[in-house]
């Protein structure tokens, strides 16, 4: 929300309870839980949003300054970029 590239996004959501919930659980079940996920595939949660390379690299910034400003090392870091970077296809203009 504090990201101007991609603030509007955020904006919209309806349910954002919901969604930072799902968002929590993702993270957390992708990197070992014991939380589960319940939300929709990446496929389907950014179907028609026509989300741009910008707007994912902006997305992908905030996580990684997240991660630092919680005191996550370089080489933890640097998975999760990796993780994410994979999800390209199924979040930009899909
Ligand atoms: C690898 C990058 C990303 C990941 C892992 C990711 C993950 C997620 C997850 C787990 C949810 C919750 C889905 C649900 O509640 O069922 C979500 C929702 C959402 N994402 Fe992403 N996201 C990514 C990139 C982006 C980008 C680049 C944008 C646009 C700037 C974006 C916009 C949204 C919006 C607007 C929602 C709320 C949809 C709703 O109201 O149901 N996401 N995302």
């Not at 996580?63 to 870091?77: D, F, K, Q």
Request: net charge negative.
């Amino acid at each position: 929300m504090a990201n101007p590239l991609v603030r509007n996004r955020y904006e919209q959501i309806k349910d954002m309870d919901r969604v930072e919930r799902n968002v929590i659980d993702f993270f957390c079940a992708g990197s070992g839980g014991p939380e589960a996920y319940h939300g929709k595939d990446m496929v389907a949660t950014h179907r028609g949003m026509n989300v741009s390379e910008q707007e994912f690299f902006a997305v992908i910034d905030d996580a990684m300054a997240a991660l630092e400003t919680c005191g996550v090392e370089p080489p933890v870091r640097n998975e999760v970029l990796a993780v994410l970077w994979s999800m390209k296809a199924e979040v930009v203009r899909n």
